[in-house]
């Protein structure tokens, strides 16, 4: 899904406060750069390729054209959950003041967090508290007050030297594919069914495709076969589902979707690093994150 946002005025910024029961859009881009900061909620974001749990506290800058995703934990789904969202969202041009930010020295720290920003930029929580309150003076604040904040706020993210950048390099779906309705379509379709038995034909039939040309398709658009692009979301959510204290490794390979134990293992250990064991005993032990889990 391709959203198109219409900055207020002519106004370089659009800020918004949401409260809602819960994260409504689907899998999407926009030529806005986004942050978006959750005051109160917990659930999974997707940025590109990356898929992590995230909570109150969360502050991520996303980049133009850059495909996101907030999906919340399933008690917000729940009728009379009495749960809600609370989040900041400021969304921008990305050529806000362009020329001054690609020629002056002054500006070289924001040009750089903008190049970091087409992956993602997470700033973790507490090592950033100082950027929350600067989010929320900017909701309060019009005209070129609200402007002169936002340029102390680009200037404190892009010098903080607490980071992590979130969709790997290799990312592939490439801005320009994302207004291609086709590719969106099935993402979004792998995205809300990676849990489950997803076979070749079922996608190719979603979009109207013999299965040999999906296989094509896909991995000519995304840099990645369909089995690989599927098993590494799976991986994501099992990471997650291993935080959160799974009752067994056994349990978590397949409610994330893989059918069988050894090609779990495998596949687990190939994209972090470290058996589904280890992960969850560092984890545990350590509270730190593990090998595969940087960008």
């Known amino acids: 899904m391709h959203e198109q946002s219409v900055l207020p005025d002519q106004s370089p910024l659009k800020v918004k406060w949401n409260d809602f029961p819960h994260f409504t859009f689907p899998w999407h881009a926009h030529g806005e750069m986004e942050m978006v900061f959750v005051l109160q909620s917990s659930g999974t974001r997707f940025v590109g390729d990356s898929m992590e749990a995230f909570a109150e506290g969360d502050l991520v800058l996303v980049g133009s054209r850059l495909p996101h ?9 729940n009728e009379n959950s009495g749960l809600r969202v609370q989040a900041i969202v400021v969304q921008f041009s990305p050529d806000f003041m362009e020329k001054a930010i690609q020629n002056y020295p002054e500006m070289s720290a924001i040009r750089d967090l903008w190049l970091r920003a087409g992956r993602g930029v997470h700033f973790p929580f507490p090592e950033n508290e100082d950027l929350g309150p600067l989010l929320k003076k900017l909701y309060d604040l019009k005209g070129f007050a609200r402007l002169l904040c936002f340029l102390d706020l680009l200037n404190k993210m ?3 030297p607490h980071y992590r950048l979130l969709a790997s390099p290799e990312y592939a779906v490439q801005p320009s594919l994302l207004g291609e309705h086709r590719l969106e379509k099935v993402l979004n379709f792998i995205h809300l069914n990676y849990t489950r038995t997803l076979r070749l034909e079922e996608l190719a039939a979603h979009v109207g495709m013999n299965p040999a040309a999906f296989s094509r398709y896909f991995k000519q658009r ?7 692009y599927v098993n590494e979301m799976r991986v994501g959510y099992a990471c997650k589902l291993l935080q959160e204290g799974a009752p067994s490794i056994t349990q978590v390979c397949f ?3 893989f059918n069988n134990l050894s090609n779990f293992n495998r596949f687990f250990k190939s994209r972090m690093g ?6 969850l005993a560092v984890f545990q032990e350590n509270g730190v994150q593990l090998p595969g889990e940087e960008a």
Do not use: H, I
Request: glycine content about 8%; overall charge positive; hydrophobic content about 20%.
């Open 274 to 279: 470290v058996s589904p064991r280890e992960y």
């Open 158 to 160: 892009a010098r903080s």
């Open 255 to 257: 409610d994330c979707g």
């Open 222 to 228: 995304t840099g990645q076969t369909l089995v690989r």
């Open 69 to 77: 995703y907030w999906k919340n934990n399933q008690d917000y789904y």
